[in-house]
C-alpha cells in the first residue's frame, strides 16, 4: 500500500488508502459480475453523494475481472461526483489514492506521481474521511468484512461523532451483523434522521411489538411517503405485511390475508431494488413469493442466495432451512428438501433453527424407513461427532 514519490532527489513514502491496499482478497469475491450489476444499479437509483463510494467499488472489481481501462474510467468518474456533490478535499483521499495505485500498476510513472502529489497536497485531517470510506466499502464487499466495516466506522466516528454518513454507516453494519430475529428493533440509522421520521420509525416499531399491525403499517407508509427511497423503511413496512398475514391466516380470514401478501411483496420487492445487496430481504421476498405461491419466483431467489451471496454461517443455515421447508411443503420435493435440511444441519452453529432441522430430518427418517431413513439417521451421527461452535 506504500508507493515511493521522488522529490528533490528524496524518496517521499505514502500510504495509499483505498480498496487495493485494504486487503480484500478476491477469493472471497463469489460473483464479480452480480457486483458489477448491483453496484451500477445503486448509482442509477441512489442519491450523488453515495456515487464515489460505488465508483470506487465499480473500479476494483474492473481490476479483478482483468479490466484496468475500466477501473481507470469508474475512478474518474467517481472524481467527477466528489466535485459535483462540492466535498471537502479530505474526501478526495481515496479517490486520489486508487488513481495512484492504479497508475503504478499499469506502469505509468507520470501519472502516478501527479495523483501521488494530488494526495500529499491535501491539508485536511483525512482520518475521518479514509475510515468512512473504508467502512462503507467494506460493507458493501460481504458479510465477511462486517467486523473491519465496524471497526472503520467507530475510528470514524471516534474523530467525527456527529457526522451522518458515519453514523449511518455504523447503523447499517449493526443491524446487518444482528441476529435474523431482531428485525423490528431500532437502529442507529434510523436515529439520525430528522427528528419527525425518526420519532414515526419508533412509533412504528412500538405498535409492531405490540402487534397493532396494521397501524405499524400505516405509520411506516407515511414515513416512505416522506422517504421513498428508503430501503429499511421498506423492508420494515414488508414485514409488518408478513406478520399481518399470518395473524389474518392464523384467523381464517384468507381473502384479506391474500391482499396483504400482494403488499408484502410489493414492499420487500423495493427493498431488494433500493438494496440488492441485503440478503435479509432477499429471503424474506422469498418466503413471501412461496406464500403467494409465486414458485419459481420463490426458488430462483434461494438459489441465487445460495450460488452468488456470502452469508454469514447461521444466515447460510437459515437460509438452507427455509429452502427445504419451500421444497418440501410447496415442491412436494421431499428428496431434494432431505439435501437443504442437510445442508443446513452441516453448519455447527447453536440455533433453533439447527433443533429444528434435526426434528425434521428424524420424522423423514422414520416416515422413509429402508435404506432412505438409515443414511440420513447416519448423517445425523456423524454430524454429531463433529464439534458444536459456541452461539456468538
Known amino acids: 500500500g506504500t508507493v515511493p514519490v521522488k522529490t528533490d532527489c528524496k524518496s517521499l513514502w505514502v500510504k495509499l488508502e483505498c480498496l487495493f491496499t485494504w486487503g480484500v482478497e478476491k477469493s472471497d469475491m463469489k460473483d464479480l459480475d452480480t457486483l458489477l450489476k448491483n453496484h451500477l444499479h445503486r448509482v442509477s437509483v441512489s442519491p450523488i453523494r453515495y456515487h464515489a463510494t460505488y465508483f470506487h467499488i465499480l473500479a476494483f472489481v474492473s481490476h479483478l475481472k482483468g479490466d484496468d481501462e475500466a477501473a481507470l474510467d469508474y475512478l474518474h468518474k467517481a472524481e467527477d461526483a466528489l466535485k459535483k456533490d462540492k466535498r471537502d478535499e479530505a474526501d478526495f483521499v481515496v479517490t486520489y489514492s486508487s488513481l495512484a495505485w492504479i497508475h503504478n500498476h499499469l506502469g505509468n510513472q507520470e501519472n502516478k506521481e501527479f495523483y501521488l502529489n494530488q494526495v500529499k497536497s491535501i491539508r485536511q485531517d483525512t482520518r475521518p474521511a479514509v475510515h468512512g470510506e473504508k467502512g462503507w466499502s467494506l460493507m458493501k464487499m460481504g458479510p465477511k468484512y462486517y467486523e473491519r466495516a465496524k471497526e472503520s466506522f467507530e475510528k470514524a466516528l471516534e474523530i467525527k461523532p456527529e457526522h451522518q ?100 411483496i410489493r414492499f420487500l420487492s423495493e427493498a431488494v431494488r433500493l438494496d440488492p445487496s441485503n440478503t435479509y430481504a432477499m429471503m424474506n421476498l422469498a418466503e413471501a413469493y412461496a406464500e403467494d405461491n409465486q414458485l419459481p419466483r420463490a426458488e430462483k431467489i434461494f438459489t441465487d442466495l445460495i450460488r452468488a451471496y456470502q452469508l454469514r454461517e447461521k444466515d447460510k443455515q437459515h437460509c438452507h432451512f427455509i429452502y427445504g421447508k419451500f421444497l418440501f411443503f410447496k415442491w412436494n420435493d421431499e428428496d431434494r428438501s432431505v439435501e437443504q435440511y442437510k445442508e443446513a444441519y452441516k453448519i455447527h452453529v447453536y440455533s433453533e433453527e439447527r433443533k429444528k432441522v434435526r426434528k425434521l430430518l428424524e420424522n423423514i427418517a422414520e416416515t422413509k424407513g429402508g435404506q432412505k431413513g438409515k443414511a440420513i439417521k447416519a448423517f445425523l451421527t456423524a454430524e454429531d461427532k463433529k464439534r458444536i461452535q459456541p452461539k456468538n
Open 165 to 264: 454518513s458515519y453514523n449511518m454507516g455504523y447503523g447499517v453494519v449493526l443491524y446487518r451483523m444482528e441476529d435474523l430475529d431482531t428485525e423490528y428493533e431500532i437502529q442507529p440509522e434510523d436515529t439520525v434522521k430528522k427528528t419527525q421520521e425518526s420519532q414515526m420509525i419508533k412509533s412504528a416499531l412500538a405498535y409492531a411489538e405490540d402487534h397493532q399491525l396494521q397501524m405499524a403499517v400505516d405509520i411506516f407508509k407515511k414515513a416512505l411517503a416522506q422517504n421513498p427511497n428508503s430501503d429499511i423503511l421498506n423492508l420494515k413496512a414488508g414485514l409488518c405485511y408478513k406478520k399481518k398475514y399470518v395473524q389474518l391466516i392464523m384467523s381464517w380470514r384468507r381473502d384479506e390475508a391474500a391482499a396483504d401478501m400482494k403488499e408484502c
